[in-house]
């Protein structure tokens, strides 16, 4: 992305909230933090992120139910859903809820780099080809309204 994108980290535990965010800094991310649902939904309703990662046992409610109330605040926003309880159901939940990627605590520095920047890039590449769509469609609709008025200054004449 040509600007840096902007992950919100989303857990109960400090230490685990500190040791991501400033790994992720380090990589030249604009990171915020949030230790429950409630604080995550505000400040997605007052900020822009790209990505949150997202602990499935927050205080206040499930990390599943924080991704569905995301999801009307910041559509596109790409989640990520960290667990140290891992199991079958809670990743089909997640999974179900629109998470776009899953990710088991002890979390593996290199697996959770890797799976932020795939996520963010497959972000950008639907965010191009969105603007691609919507480019071709002005420029077919200028075509069509080009098209009307001549059709309608020749039949004016």
Excluded: W
Aim: aromatic share 4%.
């Amino acid at each position: 992305m040509g600007e840096r994108a902007r992950i919100l980290v989303v857990d109960d535990d400090e230490s685990i909230r500190k040791a991501i965010s400033t790994i992720l800094e380090e990589k030249g991310y604009l990171v915020d933090t949030a230790e429950s649902g409630k604080e995550a939904i505000q400040k997605t309703h007052t900020g822009f992120y790209n990505l949150a990662l997202i602990d499935i046992r927050l205080p206040d409610m499930e990390g599943v139910e924080l991704l569905t109330r995301m999801k009307d605040t910041t559509p596109r926003m790409v989640k990520i859903v960290v667990t140290g309880f891992p199991s079958l159901q809670n990743a089909m939940e997640a999974v179900n809820r629109s998470a776009d990627a899953y990710i088991i605590k002890p979390v593996k520095i290199d697996d959770l780099l890797d799976t932020v920047r795939k996520q963010l890039e497959k972000q950008k590449k639907a965010k191009e080809y969105s603007e691609e769509k919507i480019t071709e469609f002005i420029e077919t609709r200028v075509k069509e309204l080009e098209e009307e008025q001549t059709t309608a200054a020749g039949e004016a004449s």
